[in-house]
């Protein structure tokens, strides 16, 4: 495997030196580092590797990543300062040039799965349509659960609804890879909700697990502060664990950030109480473990949500989550 990441590399870095326009980049981009491209379908193979097999080839995997990541970077200023082409015409600016970004919520996803696959873990979607009994039942919620009201879910004719959290993978993550496994699942989820500064009917989740021998409360505390962390670029995070219930884990706990709008002072985001909840999290429910097909004799596992849209507003100093949804170019154009 490691030889294949080199030859990946060699093969990536060579074309890159041909490249004569933007589309050609993007293509060998999308090729080789987008979601089925084949540096990132290496890192999903490495479930099957031993512990220590994984540390060597996630090493080398994360400085090849490192060096087509600058290499494409590098390429790209290059093109665009010769406009992109091997071809050069003569025109006349009459609008001040606008160029694009990705969206905050894109930027972040990107990022947290980078964090993630150079911790091992893997990366699974999922769907976004989903059975009553993925979204609700295989993750320990009661026929008679509020949360299964029309008021909070979008139920389709066909009885199958849009998933209201990334929960809904849980239990098909588990039967597809087995104990033991790391995994995240980010994408779109869906809410009846009204919406407000802090709430949209449409928001994006990351799910993720970790199922193995002796894991314990420690463990997820302290992958939760390394994520926050990194993606915050804040050493000194501060954050509180209070105790919280959701029928998928016990015990279940609502991990806070201090606000970074307000510096914990009180804001209309974080309802003037100086934090935001970030990260609904707990040690797996062993009825969930076991319809997943999981030994809970041997293995225990924790799992949490983070909320990828409210890290979106903490990271680029979003104050209202409807901005994320309002395609105004000047406001989206800031976040680079």
């Known amino acids: ?31 080789v580092m987008g979601k089925k491209g084949s540096m990132t379908e290496i890192l999903k ?11 060597e080839v996630g090493k080398v995997a994360n400085i090849a990543k490192t060096k087509i990541s600058e290499a494409i970077d590098a390429k790209k200023e290059e093109l665009e300062n010769q406009g992109g082409s091997d071809k050069f015409f003569d025109y006349t600016y009459t609008l001040p040039e606008k160029v694009g970004t990705y ?3 894109t930027k972040v996803q990107q990022e947290i799965e980078e964090i993630f696959q150079g ?3 893997m990366v699974d ?22 949360a299964r009201d029309m008021q909070d879910t979008f139920w ?40 407000d500064a802090s709430h949209e009917n449409t928001f994006f989740q990351l799910e993720g697990m970790l199922v193995d021998e002796k894991v314990s409360v420690a463990n997820l505390i302290y992958f939760m502060r390394e994520l926050l962390s990194k993606v915050l670029d804040e050493k000194d995070l501060e954050v509180r ?32 109480s100086g934090w935001i909840e970030m990260l609904p999290c707990g040690m797996i429910h062993p009825n969930v473990l076991k319809a997943g097909g999981i030994d809970t004799e041997k293995y225990s596992g924790f799992a949490f949500g983070l909320g990828l849209t409210r890290l979106a507003m903490m990271k680029y100093g979003i104050k209202e989550i409807r901005e994320m949804n309002s395609m105004d170019i000047r406001k989206l154009g800031q976040i680079r």
Request: charged residues 30%; contains cysteine.
């Open 125 to 146: 979607y999922g769907n976004e349509v989903v059975t009553e009994f993925e979204n609700f039942t295989s993750v320990n919620v009661p026929e008679d659960h509020p």
């Open 1 to 31: 495997m490691v030889e294949k990441i080199n030859q990946i590399e060699k093969e990536t870095l060579d074309e890159l030196s041909k490249v004569k326009s933007l589309d050609a980049l993007e293509e060998i981009r999308v090729k």
């Open 45 to 55: 193979s490495m479930k099957d590797l031993s512990v220590e097999e994984k540390k």
């Open 103 to 105: 969206h905050p919520i």
């Open 241 to 272: 664990l209070r105790p919280g219930f959701f029928p998928f884990v016990e015990p279940g706990f609502e991990l806070d950030m201090k606000c970074k709008l307000c510096g914990g002072k009180g804001c209309r985001t974080c309802k003037n």
């Open 156 to 195: 389709l004719d066909n009885g199958e609804l849009l998933r209201t959290q990334t929960s809904a993978q849980q239990v098909n993550v588990m039967k597809k890879y087995g104990a033991p496994f790391k995994a995240i699942v980010p994408g779109r989820t869906f809410r009846n909700e009204k919406v």
């Open 119 to 121: 911790m091992g873990f």
